[in-house]
């Protein structure tokens, strides 16, 4: 008989600026934040990129956000995102099939996560992101459940912990708004880089606008983006 798969964690740890193994990149954050960790909560102390975009992307887009996640995680990075459909989910799952780590930002607690539309798989996902990663929030588990209005208002303030946990933003699809820019401009003003992908003639809007504002371009082969983000990050003096 096959093993039986790890069990699931039941209670979420507590992580308090100060406190022994607190993310040293949210200390960036005035005021750092308390943090609620469900899963593996030393995966959140690694080197770390975050790979964000568009809910709505092409085919091709989600296959290179899977790919350049499965390639940074080869060589060594957890990937981080926000576990929203689209972009975030296929760079979480790219990075699990590779055999590596993750960390999925929520805007809800660890305990209320949310399909958003794209129901098919998301336990599983959840699952393993528990297994081999961990689900991060600031939000305290039990409180009440908030109405619309305050969960997208909570989804925004979560772009800014996914900045600041990571050395670097890679935005691999985003239109011409969305949270996918909220969390460049919040890497770029905690001086963390920002990356985006060049697909040539079907380079996506906000990634083209990204582009014009003077953040670096990743080519569309995901084996040379994430050697180029892994040579920048290695050869930072930080």
Not at 105 to 125: P, T
Not at 152 to 164: D, E, F, Q, T
Not at 176 to 203: I, S
Request: proline share 8%.
């Amino acid at each position: 008989m096959p093993p039986e798969p790890p069990r699931l964690p039941t209670a979420c740890l507590v992580r308090e600026p100060g406190s022994l193994g607190y993310p040293s990149g949210l200390c960036s954050l005035t005021p750092s934040p308390t943090v609620y960790l469900r899963g593996d909560p030393d995966v959140a102390l690694k080197p770390m990129v975050a790979i964000v975009g568009t809910r709505t992307p092409r085919a091709e887009w989600r296959a290179w956000a899977a790919d350049l996640a499965a390639r940074l995680s080869q060589r060594g990075f957890v990937v981080c995102s926000g576990f929203a459909p689209g972009i975030d989910r296929a760079a979480h799952r790219g990075a699990l099939a590779a055999g590596g780590r993750t960390v999925a930002v929520l805007g809800e607690d660890v305990f209320d996560v949310r399909a958003r539309g794209e129901r098919e798989g998301i336990s599983e996902l959840r699952d393993e992101t528990l297994r081999r990663g961990c689900l991060l929030s600031e939000q305290a588990p039990g409180g009440p459940r908030v109405n619309p209005r305050h969960t997208v208002a909570r989804l925004i303030l979560r772009n800014r912990i996914i900045a600041a946990l990571s050395l670097g933003v890679v935005v691999a699809a985003a239109w011409e708004k969305g949270g996918a820019h909220m969390t460049a401009n919040w890497a770029a003003r905690l001086g963390r880089p920002v990356w985006t992908a060049d697909f040539g003639e079907d380079t996506p809007v906000g990634n083209l606008r990204l582009l014009l504002g003077g953040h670096s371009a990743l080519p569309a082969d995901a084996d040379q983006a994430a050697e180029q983000i892994s040579l920048s990050l290695t050869s930072s003096p930080d």
